[in-house]
């Protein structure tokens, strides 16, 4: 794991655990806080192997996160990120579609540690409905309360790397 692709999974377990020491530092009774944000994709490009890209044309990301609280001091938080009416042009100018999701989710809590997940699993779909690239990627890490990291793993089963991590694919 290099590149953008490392810093960017740095980057989200940074994110989630300063997030969860947070709520924790914070804890109050059990609570739960949800919000939905559509956001324009369009110019992002899915680098894939043998240097084929797929250009966003048009279209959105919607993204909804969660985050809530539990009785006990525990912080739970996931997010979700869809794509809406995504258009890509490829490299060899044929248009395409985006399906799939992002899911990511974190639970914390002072006795039990961390354990913070990372999926993104997008197909790349023709016209007539047949998949011609994927991206699938999925994370996961495991903390004991001290921060002593006791499972980690990062693989990539796709082809294509999603527009954050473009430099990855080079």
Known sequence: MTGA?????AALVVLLVLAGLLAMITAQPASAATSTEKVDVTGAVFTC???V???VVSGDAVFLMHESTDANGGTHITGTIAPS???LVGSDGQTYR?????WFGANFNANNGYQITDTEFF???TQGGGVVAKVSLLFHITATPDGTISVEFDRNRGQCFPPEDDEEAA
């Open 49 to 51: 192997e043998g240097g």
């Open 123 to 125: 197909s790349i779909v």
């Open 85 to 87: 009416n995504v258009l």
């Open 98 to 102: 985006l399906a799939g999701a992002a």
């Open 5 to 9: 692709f490392a810093a960017r999974r």
């Open 53 to 55: 890209t797929y250009e």
